[in-house]
């Protein structure tokens, strides 16, 4: 699946649907572009949970950053990779046994990070997959699409 393959309904689905994301590659460091996009999604409402296994003893605007998404405790409804694109295979298999214990409905994969490999794994076990875009961008332009309705 590429970012045409991904309807905008599909984007704006998962964006309306999700309360808790699990974000895979969230850093401590305000230089990298995970560290901006988690705390613009905190201040949407989101709640967004760390996973880094290089930053565990770190908090990252206020959450404790877990080594792994099996070790988060809560249930999140979507996993939000900021991984290279080799990565993604690892992300999927680590996901697969977790889809009904942490309720994981949406892969989300940032700009420039692709595997059409691993999206059909994950599409084939029930998730939905977003690639190839920003959740920050997307959740910006479904604002301004609502706000365009509601005038």
Request: proline share 5%.
């Amino acid at each position: 699946m590429t970012q045409q393959d991904c309807t905008s309904d599909d984007v704006d689905r998962a964006l309306i649907d999700t309360r808790t994301i699990a974000m895979v590659g969230a850093s401590p460091d305000p230089a990298r572009p995970s560290y901006g996009v988690m705390r613009y999604l905190q201040k949407v409402g989101y709640r967004v949970i760390p996973v880094n296994p290089t930053a565990v003893r770190h908090s990252i605007h206020g959450e404790r950053v877990y080594s792994s998404l099996a070790t988060v405790p809560e249930r999140f409804e979507m996993v939000n990779v900021f991984r290279r694109s080799s990565e993604v295979r690892g992300i999927v298999e680590e996901i697969l046994p977790l889809i009904a214990d942490k309720g994981i409905r949406y892969l989300w994969l940032q700009l420039q990070i692709c595997d059409a490999v691993s999206a059909e794994r994950a599409r084939h076990a029930g998730i939905q997959v977003i690639m190839d875009r920003c959740v920050k961008t997307e959740h910006r332009r479904l604002v301004t699409s609502r706000q365009g309705l509601e005038t």
